[in-house]
């Protein structure tokens, strides 16, 4: 009787085993490897570029630290490079301003296939910017920026 019962409770707790194994552990590994990597919404690129943009140790137009920037399309790194050989300097086209702000916020997006405006506003009294985004594939990258008068 002895042995039947500890049949029984190794029967048991290899069941156990399996079912945790089967329901409880793999499931959360098999899942993760399958899961996508979602590349950030246009906001979102906004946001990052420009959270970099403001506490960016220098300046990034004179130091073109802007010109690898993968959050920038080919077209819009020409556009500040033409910028920056121009000398005219009032106002900073990623800002909008002539000084740099506490705080950049972007707000959520308007997307129309393959193009995207994002609003974005700081901590500067009803300073307010536009934001342009392309999709180049499934990334977005900012294209323009249009200064809000």
Same mark, same amino acid.
């Given at each position: 009787?002895?042995?039947?019962?500890?049949? $029984?409770?190794? =029967?048991?707790?290899? *069941?156990?085993?399996?079912?945790?194994? @089967? #329901?409880?552990?793999?499931?959360?590994?098999?899942?993760?490897? $399958?899961?996508? =990597?979602?590349?950030? *919404?246009?906001?979102?690129?906004?946001? @990052? #570029?420009?959270?970099?943009?403001?506490?960016?140790?220098?300046?990034?137009?004179?130091?073109?630290?802007?010109?690898?920037?993968?959050?920038?399309?080919?077209?819009?790194?020409?556009?500040?490079d033409d910028f920056?050989?121009?000398?005219?300097?009032?106002?900073?086209?990623?800002?909008?301003?002539?000084?740099?702000?506490?705080?950049?916020t972007a707000h959520?997006?308007?997307?129309?296939?393959?193009?995207?405006?994002?609003?974005?506003?700081?901590?500067?009294?009803?300073?307010?910017?536009?934001?342009?985004?392309?999709?180049?594939?499934?990334?977005?990258?900012?294209?323009?920026?249009?200064?809000?008068?």
């Open positions: 009787m002895k042995n039947k019962n500890q049949v $029984a409770f190794l =029967i048991i707790l290899v *069941a156990v085993a399996a079912a945790t194994l @089967l #329901f409880v552990i793999l499931p959360p590994i098999l899942s993760g490897t $399958a899961q996508e =990597i979602k590349p950030p *919404a246009p906001e979102q690129v906004v946001q @990052l #570029f420009y959270d970099w943009y403001v506490s960016y140790q220098g300046n990034p137009l004179a130091d073109k630290a802007y010109q690898d920037n993968v959050l920038l399309s080919p077209a819009f790194i020409a556009h500040l920056t050989r121009s000398g005219e300097w009032r106002v900073d086209p990623v800002l909008c301003a002539q000084d740099v702000p506490n705080e950049v959520p997006a308007q997307v129309s296939g393959e193009r995207a405006l994002v609003e974005v506003t700081t901590n500067f009294t009803s300073h307010r910017l536009t934001v342009e985004l392309v999709k180049a594939g499934d990334a977005w990258s900012i294209d323009k920026v249009v200064c809000s008068r």
